[in-house]
């Protein structure tokens, strides 16, 4: 009986000791509030041979994220181009679905405008209550990355594009 009772004695600690070991190495957890909980991916490539062709494949990806409402979204830059990227809230009406939309897209060149009227740019238009309005934008640069807060009520869709490459669109639905 006393063998057994070692046994599991020092099972515990080596099960305490491999915990604490763990927590060490991997360190601090953020806080949920605080994790970034869903990134987007700005992806792609894009070329331009004068009087022949501009080839783009900028894309978001996911094209749609499922954030709950408190949960933090998160936009990278893994493109393979210096070309900087927003993630701008349209309204559903407002997201550009033909080529001369693409061109006309009157919340893109607003996005533009609030971010780069101030040296140095604006990352954050609209954001300071949560993302959860059309207008609401984040700016990033090459390599960089931005995060923010989803407020919008549980049930609402989040359409955005890239103000600078508004092909790029995407959808957060909020749960």
Request: aromatic share 6%; with cysteine.
């Amino acid at each position: 009986m006393p063998h057994r009772k070692l046994l599991v004695i020092t099972a515990g600690l080596v099960v305490m000791l491999t915990l604490a070991t763990y927590a060490a190495i991997a360190g601090p957890r953020a806080p949920a509030s605080h994790a970034d909980v869903h990134v987007i991916r700005a992806l792609g490539v894009e070329d331009f041979d004068a009087n022949a062709l501009i080839y783009s494949t900028f894309r978001f990806d996911p094209g749609r994220s499922f954030p709950h409402v408190g949960e933090r979204v998160r936009l990278t830059d893994r493109d393979r181009s210096a070309a900087p990227h927003t993630l701008t809230v349209v309204r559903p009406g407002q997201v550009p679905g033909s080529f001369d939309e693409i061109f006309a897209c009157e919340p893109c060149n607003a996005a533009i405008e609030a971010h780069l009227s101030t040296d140095p740019p604006t990352a954050k238009v609209g954001i300071e209550d949560g993302l959860n309005a059309p207008g609401d934008s984040l700016l990033i640069f090459d390599g960089q990355g931005i995060a923010a807060n989803v407020t919008a009520p549980a049930g609402t869709t989040l359409h955005f594009v890239c103000a600078f490459h508004p092909w790029m669109q995407g959808r957060l639905v909020v749960g």
